[in-house]
């Protein structure tokens, strides 16, 4: 079954349109743009714990990627880790990104809204066209043009 999870994840990476082929509209172009053009960033408190989680995400417009995670107990930074991960579209309409970390596997994010300043996605382990009513987390993230 794995290696079936595989096959599915190096097809859809090889099929997925790449952005530096130049067959995408202008429309989808602008998406690519939007998400690529800096790092998403999400903050979460657990007032109980006293502890703080920094999450950023980069997009590359090579379908690569990197995602660091930062978690802070009483102020203090206690975790520090970059993932690096492949992405690509699963649709035409690029509503869904698909992310691949060798860690972690398989990652579903429904785009339900982008701007350049602000990422909502629905985050699943299966995609939502192929698996309707699937179980998701939704998250906001803010938008930092500036390298850490």
């Known amino acids: 079954m794995k290696q079936m999870h595989c096959l599915l994840a190096m097809l859809i990476l090889l099929v997925s349109c790449e952005p530096s082929t130049g067959y995408i509209t202008p429309e989808q172009d602008n998406i690519i743009s939007l998400l690529t053009n800096g790092i998403w960033q999400r903050q979460s408190i657990d007032e109980a ?10 997009f590359e417009r090579n379908g690569k990627g990197s995602n660091r995670i930062e978690r802070f ?12 991960f ?15 970390r060798q860690e972690t596997g398989e990652e579903f994010w429904q785009i339900m809204d982008l ?22 987390s939704e998250w906001i993230y803010k938008q930092n043009t500036k390298e850490d």
């Open 49 to 58: 714990s006293n502890v703080e989680v920094h999450n950023s995400w980069k």
């Open 73 to 84: 107990e009483d102020g203090v930074k206690s975790y520090d880790k970059t993932f690096y």
């Open 86 to 100: 492949q992405w690509a579209f699963t649709t035409e309409s690029m509503a869904v990104i698909y992310i691949l």
């Open 115 to 136: 701007t350049d300043s602000t990422l909502k996605v629905r985050a699943s382990i299966k995609d939502p066209v192929l698996t309707p009513g699937i179980e998701y």
